[in-house]
């Protein structure tokens, strides 16, 4: 039937994943939630004060925002990120590889990502989930990898979320970089590399075998899912990632973002490499 694909995937997808595991990924936007309701003198003690900053508010800021747009769009990105990777992962067999990962980018990155921005960025205070959210959006990458591999074929190669991480450094190197022709030809610079990472990681399927597999409802909607997923990241990237720097009375701390959705891709896909190794 037409929609047999939404049916079937749909079906594994409540089978795979259980509530315990959405509400672990939600009860971080919780969390940002209840506090963005606290006071604003809880919510100012809360945050990194780079002139006089202390060790706990290196975490404790990262659930800390400047207003209702900056907590939504933060929230909004966290949480398709987030979801998404739990359930490729948790499709592919993969939920203890998520759950790893989830509690390293929520509790240690913030400690990471404030002490690079005590030592780059020259302003009064620092707050916000925004490098945690870049570090799950450079998750996806390996995320979609392991599901194919485990859904579509085993003869992709570990180059692949490589390119497809590219692609999206590439499209955050063009929203903010500076200068049309820089802007121009680094993009094209990374888009390039990324092209031939990706033809060089699915040189070994066999065009016939993908033929005959895309035939079936199930395949269907798992390329579909991984497509969706793919969506998610650059679209998160976008909105990580504006044109425009400056919103209300500071500006984005595109230093953070970077460094969230790098360490994010690097720490998953060094872990990712090591385990094919040993396997």
Known sequence: MKFDFYFNVGKEVLESVDLKDVFLVALVAIIALLIFLTPSEFQTALSLHYK??????????????AGISHLCS?????????LFSLVLLSL???KKFFYIFFFIFVLFF?????????HFIDTRIGRGLSGVVA???????????LFLKEKISTRIRNLFPISL??????????????????????????FSISFLLLYCSLKNVRPSEISKMVRKPRIQGYLLLSLASFFIYLSGVA???PQNLQYQDGFVNVLSHYSGLVLG??????????????E
């Open 239 to 241: 909105g990580l990632f």
């Open 135 to 145: 570090s799950f959006l450079g998750f996806i990458p390996v995320s979609i990898y």
């Open 110 to 118: 913030p400690f990471v990502l404030s002490a690079l921005n005590l």
């Open 74 to 82: 933060n929230l909004l990105i966290y949480l398709c990120a987030a």
């Open 92 to 94: 592919s067999g993969r």
């Open 52 to 65: 006089n900053p202390y060790i706990p508010s290196f975490l404790t800021s990262a659930f800390v925002h």
């Open 165 to 190: 991480f590219l692609l999206g450094l590439g499209l955050a190197y063009y929203l903010v970089g500076n200068g049309i022709t820089g802007k121009v030809i680094g993009t094209l610079s990374i």
């Open 265 to 278: 891709f690097i720490a998953t896909y060094s872990y990712l490499i090591v385990k094919e190794f040993k």
